[in-house]
């Protein structure tokens, strides 16, 4: 990374040089959503970090109405052309709900509120800012899934991923972290690939 390149500007340098353009979403993503949302109707979902739109695109050709957030201005402008596509190719959605996709840039490390029970899923992948872990249970609806998917500290004896422990997991972490003020539903430490630690869990409806 250049000298004195904030986390913005790399990102920034990133996609303008043509790196993260995969349209492709983490197996993980669709088999969470097999198994706990595929018979819940299309709503209201939030990609953390969602960068050129990967996910929040899978969640938008299912018909949901997905905000995505990001720092980098140029991955926020791609994922808006990438959502543009979609749904010029699939009239029968975009005429649905208006409007079903936005984008954002937000300054994560800032830890801002992502809002209050305004969710029915977030989604977060391969992001990993433990100030904003309460933000994310509040901005999930009662019953609301939150899907989170990031490295593990092993991951730095693989190729690929973050090289700072400040963006890596310990063992369990994950887990912890969220099982007081979430129902857990699923948890798994993943090294087939990637050394990833993953979690769906749901809101529970405390009024």
Known sequence: MPQ???EKDRWNRKYMEGSHHSLDP?????????RFLARTPPGTALDVAGGVGR??????????KVKLIDISDAGVALARE????????QPE?????SPLFVAEVVDLNAAP?????????????????R??????????????FLIYQTYLAAQTERPGGPTNPKYMLQPD???????SSVRVLHYRENFSDKAVAELVAQKPDLR
């Not at 990438?82 to 190719?89: C, I």
């Not at 509120?113 to 800012?129: K, R, S």
């Open 26 to 34: 983490e197996p993980f993503l669709c088999d969470a959503f097999q």
């Open 93 to 97: 959605v975009s005429a649905t709900i």
């Open 82 to 89: 990438n959502a543009a596509r979609v749904l010029a190719s």
């Open 173 to 179: 972490e994950l887990l912890q972290a969220f099982s």
């Open 55 to 64: 996910h929040a695109l899978w969640l938008l050709q299912r018909g949901w």
């Open 131 to 144: 100030e904003l872990f309460p933000a994310l249970v509040r901005a999930l609806k009662p019953h609301g």
């Open 4 to 6: 004195n390149e904030d």
């Open 113 to 129: 509120a992502l809002g209050d029970e305004e969710f029915d899923v977030v989604l977060v992948f391969h992001y990993l800012q």
